[in-house]
């Protein structure tokens, strides 16, 4: 990659490229390199009707320190689509699980989100996009590995909003989400 960056920059210096043609070039470069440093997620995307991408020319990598914690797009060929309402951290008699602790709070908002999936005959596998809705950064960050623990490498797109308070004043997330399967 150092090699084409290289003789990028060298042909732009040299009037042989214009500012457009050394963009589009480093963009290329910056792409193929994502694809070679990441042969498992390509295989993955490949065997799969659901394509996840993390690696997206010209967008920041989206991880937290060291890992991918969502995909910046996903694309999928699946027909039928299926859409879970917010999910907070109550058991199914209604129970406040983990009051003040985000971990057991994202596990059991998780476990519900698999629960409503498997009503439908999806998975956290098939989950294309998820909305969080937080009242505490912190908290949150601190519940990234349970996250992760549900979703591995199928990451959906994600957004993450901050607000003042939920339906509930204990909880601290309600996550929806948004699965596709085939018909």
């Not at 914690?69 to 406040?96: C, E, F, P, W």
């Not at 596990?107 to 909305?131: H, P």
């Not at 969080?132 to 601190?142: D, H």
Request: proline residues 4%; aromatic residues 4%; neutral net charge.
């Amino acid at each position: 990659m150092e090699d084409a960056v290289s003789k990028l920059l060298s042909e732009f210096e040299g009037g042989k490229l214009s500012r457009r043609q050394l963009v589009s070039g480093l963009t290329l470069t910056a792409g193929a390199a994502a694809a070679v440093a990441a042969p498992a997620e390509a295989a993955a995307q490949s065997a799969s009707p659901i394509s996840r991408k993390t690696a997206v020319p010209g967008l920041q990598a989206p991880n937290a320190p060291g890992k991918s914690m969502y995909a910046h797009v996903v694309s999928t060929t699946r027909r039928k689509t299926i859409h879970v309402a917010g999910q907070l951290a109550r058991d199914a008699a209604g129970k406040n699980i983990g009051v003040g602790d985000g971990k057991a709070q994202m596990r059991q908002v998780c476990e519900n989100l698999k629960a409503a999936l498997a009503a439908e005959g999806a998975t956290m596998a098939d989950v294309v996009s998820i909305t969080a809705y937080i009242t505490s950064w912190e908290k949150f960050r601190e519940a990234a590995d349970v996250r992760a623990e549900y979703f591995g490498a199928n990451l959906p797109t994600a957004t993450a909003v901050q607000v003042v308070a939920l339906a509930f004043p204990e909880a601290l997330f309600e996550i929806n989400a948004i699965a596709m399967v085939d018909a």
